[in-house]
């Protein structure tokens, strides 16, 4: 087995060859459950047919480029690019989550799960981008394309934050820009416009990474927290339910007590790729779990994401949202608290200094 150059022995998700979950009970699954999943989801003519258009709005070009300039007067607010990928504008920043522009999630433009929908905004639309957080290897996740692009945009290159192990395959590519992370390990930014402190965690998620037959968990994975002056964003990347999020809640609690302004005022968590359950349940959440991992970190409001995008599991693509919908009923919670918004849709926040 290919050692782990980062081992620390004392950090239980750390493994001598690789990484690990918090929850021990996690494996990977094998190539015959793989095979087994492939077969019983031909047999029921999976994945099923979308029966509603997935919601698509053109973008506020004039609003996002007005307010990647305004220094102080910033408005918080989230675009929501498609997939994984969001546009973030708060402290000062523009930030972007799992950048994935390109047509297909895979090591080939040739073949692999292709968009069914474009992105939200184009790469030429974006404004200048000045942190990228990347949360794992996956090839929807981590699109080569897309952060090479990125890498070259007029103005120089974004910082990029990664977890463990990805540093160096960025530096193959000529990315050096590059700061990796362990759970728990803090990235301070001061916003250059505004002077804002910007503090980013890399956190836990229950997920895996691989983006080969033999590389599998051998860089790690994760989620972040994204801690400003007029807002706090969490970015949960790909994960399963797992306990994580309520030691996330915990671990920020000092910051985010009632007088200091709550909860995080956003999050961004996944609602697609769920089905079915026995195969998925341990690496990603359906609806119903993100809601409670909304609970589970107090945050005031959610995106939903991970959805719309690339068919990569048995459920329709549209069907995330109508699930979610339930959820929330279930719960009795606000629709309007944790929305599936259209691709290239903004959502405007106030900011968190009023103590909304």
């Given at each position: 087995m290919k050692k782990n150059p980062y081992f620390n022995?004392?950090?239980?998700?750390?493994?001598?060859g690789g990484f690990q979950n918090n929850d021990p009970s996690f494996r990977r699954k094998h190539l015959h459950e793989v095979l087994r999943w492939k077969w019983q989801a031909w047999r029921a003519g999976a994945p099923y047919p979308s029966t509603t258009p997935i919601p698509t709005v053109?973008?506020?070009?004039?609003?996002?480029?007005?307010?990647?300039?305004?220094?102080?007067?910033?408005?918080?607010?989230?675009?929501?690019?498609g997939h994984i990928t969001v546009l973030a504008q708060f402290g000062g920043l523009n930030l972007i989550t799992d950048p994935v522009f390109s047509e297909r999630c895979s090591p080939v433009q040739w073949a692999g799960p292709k968009r069914h929908t474009p992105p939200g905004l184009s790469m030429a639309q974006l404004p200048h981008i000045d942190v990228v957080l990347l949360s794992h290897s996956h090839y929807d996740h981590l699109d080569e394309a897309s952060m090479l692009a990125l890498g070259a945009q007029a103005g120089g290159p974004p910082l990029f934050l990664v977890p463990l192990g990805l540093k160096p395959w960025l530096a193959k590519r000529g990315l050096r820009h590059v700061v990796e992370l362990d759970w728990w390990d803090e990235q301070v930014i001061e916003a250059d416009?505004?002077?804002?402190?910007?503090?980013?965690?890399?956190?836990?998620?229950?997920?895996?990474?691989?983006?080969?037959?033999?590389?599998?968990?051998r860089t790690l994975w994760g989620g972040f927290?994204?801690?400003?002056?007029?807002?706090?964003?969490?970015?949960?990347?790909?994960?399963?339910?797992?306990?994580?999020?309520?030691?996330?809640?915990?671990?920020?609690?000092a910051e985010q007590s009632?007088?200091?302004?709550?909860?995080?005022?956003?999050?961004?968590?996944?609602?697609?790729?769920?089905?079915p359950?026995?195969?998925?349940?341990?690496?990603?959440?359906?609806?119903?779990?993100?809601?409670?991992?909304?609970?589970?970190?107090?945050?005031?409001?959610?995106?939903?994401?991970?959805?719309?995008?690339?068919?990569?599991?048995?459920?329709?693509?549209?069907?995330?949202?109508?699930?979610?919908?339930?959820?929330?009923?279930?719960?009795?919670?606000?629709?309007?608290d944790f929305q599936a918004l259209a691709i290239g849709q903004t959502w405007r926040l106030p900011p968190r200094f009023n103590g909304n």
């Open positions: 022995p004392a950090k239980p998700h750390h493994r001598p053109a973008p506020e070009l004039d609003f996002i480029h007005a307010n990647a300039k305004a220094g102080v007067a910033m408005q918080p607010a989230m675009t929501w690019v416009a505004t002077h804002q402190r910007v503090a980013i965690t890399l956190t836990p998620a229950q997920h895996w990474s691989s983006r080969s037959p033999t590389d599998a968990m927290a994204v801690r400003a002056p007029d807002c706090h964003l969490f970015f949960a990347g790909d994960t399963a339910y797992s306990k994580d999020f309520a030691d996330i809640r915990e671990h920020f609690a009632p007088e200091l302004g709550g909860g995080f005022d956003m999050a961004l968590l996944p609602i697609g790729a769920y089905e359950r026995w195969f998925m349940k341990d690496q990603h959440c359906n609806p119903a779990e993100a809601v409670q991992i909304f609970k589970d970190l107090g945050c005031k409001r959610a995106l939903a994401v991970h959805w719309g995008t690339f068919q990569l599991t048995d459920e329709a693509l549209d069907e995330p949202p109508r699930a979610l919908n339930a959820a929330l009923q279930a719960q009795h919670i606000d629709g309007p």
